[in-house]
């Protein structure tokens, strides 16, 4: 039997992949697995192309070359719904949340609900209340985008993610721009919804205190060379790894 | 193959009240995809613990911790206590998650009542009036500044500003003027012939295009076209704290964004205001000649014979007014403008309808004055 839930492909593989923009080439020759429940990190100095990368996981951007295969499926080789079911199955939080300023959070977060289910508007209150809660935001779903702070915008981003109970979860920068204590309450977020639903998460970052707490596995994009210079759980790669350029820059430059 | 659980309640849950003070909430069959959490959940009085139990529980998603998080605020309401230690350990996780922080409960929005509707458009009609005698006053002090040679104002912008409100609107003040001249010619033609007067479509062009709808059609024009589009990258500029880094480096926003967007506005008002008129003028000749039977030289003449220059002076003054109205209420709005993608829109819309506003207010007090004046 091949088809055993085990041996179920990975939720992402990226195969030869480069990045460019018209005739600038971003990144290239990029190979790795995502693996599924992974907490899988993409770090890299600023200016390398990880939200780039994002953008093509997501499927917002088209490969210059080579293939991205989402749940076993080349991406852009296959039916448009396929491509829809792929996308549909993510959820991602935006740098800085990227909330419908004209709605307010529960608005926000029933969306996707009401767009895509069937469920009655009871229902999606009910789960608009839950997901809210499940962020720390429980008793504010009447308050518009404007009126949150940062770091509640974020978790409200993160609510409306969730909201279809995505199986990947893409976070773009989640501790840019929080204070210390809300960056970590956002990684402890990470980490429960981690283990208890056993969600796939990809996060792009370079803030090491995050990587450290929450990583499981990991890709260093190199700035100079275009390409992936590292791959690994970053506590190994920052005592281990060949490359120094990497183990300088997961020791702060120590 | 996985084993599948009985489902034996097809129900999801039922509550059962054990003694005085003691219910038990049992959870079962599958709750992946049914739609169990919808029922209306009721604690019945009294009831201060509530265990809940999942021996028949099938699978499970997110409607079970949705449906929990009801169970659980119903009974905080009830001042009850909700025990899930016997739930699986993914729920008593994600409810653990979902339960470190108390709602917290916001305040009920006031009701609505005449008197406090009156006082608020009372008081904003108050702050409105304030705002813009302070935007006048900003911009008075900016020009004296300007004529000190002390203001932060760069004639480089000025210039940007010109060519994007000048020669960029060529194309549709041509357009408009040529159809607006057309327009007047073939409706004031139905009079004429009565008369059999149709030579006298040419003072009709002279008169009307001049004194007033050249200058009104470029004002309307230049209203959504440039005094929309100040607000927008004011507007736009403040939602990005833009503004506020100006304002930080102490460098005026007044002078520094809003007097060369006027200034240039002001400037290029006139000129567009004459290149619509001729265009319009053309457009009564195109009909004249083309449906009326009136030859080009008979236009021309008459024009220049019953149409003195105080009418071309009348409409170029309007255009000069229009300017610096269309500039303030763009800038002001662009200024005023929130801190949100929909203050943006807000702006614009605006800035709009008070240009418009405006300049319909403008045309009227100058079209009496003038009268009674004899100009």
Redesign the interface.
Known sequence: MTNQPDKAPPPIEVRNLTMAYGERIIQHDLNFDIPKGSVFIVMGGSGCGKSTLLRHLIGLNKPADGTIFREGVDFWNCAPEDQTRIMRNSGILYQSGALWSALTIAENVALPLQQFTDYSPQTIAEICEYKLALVGLAGRGKLYPSELSGGMKKRAGLARAMALDPELLFFDEPSAGLDPLSAQRLDQLILEISNSLHTTIVVITHDLDSIFNIATDSVFLDAETRTMIARGNPRDLRENCPVEKVRTFLRRGK | MPQKKEVSEPTGWTLEKTNETTAVLHLSGDWRTK?H??RRFDLPDGIRNVRAECEALGEW???L???L??VH?ACRKHDAELDVTALPE?VR??LR??????????PAEPKFSLQAWLQEAISGAHTSCISWMAFIGDIALAIHRLFRGTSRMKWHDVWLEVIKAGPDAFGIVSLIGFLMGLILAFIGSIPLKWFSAETYVASLIGIGMLRMMGAVMTGVVMAGRTGAAYAAELGTMQVNEEIDALLSMDISPIDFLVLPRIIALTLMMPLLCLYGDIAGVLGGMAVGSGYLGVSGTTYWNLLTETTSLNNLYVGLFTSVVFGILIGICGCLRGLQC?????AVGRATTSAMVTSIVCLVISTSIITVLTVFLKI
């Open positions: 739609e959490a919808s998603g997110t409607f911790p949705a449906f998080n009801k605020n993914g996780e994600l998650l979902a339960w470190a922080e108390p709602p917290i409960t916001l929130g801190r949100s993608s929909e």
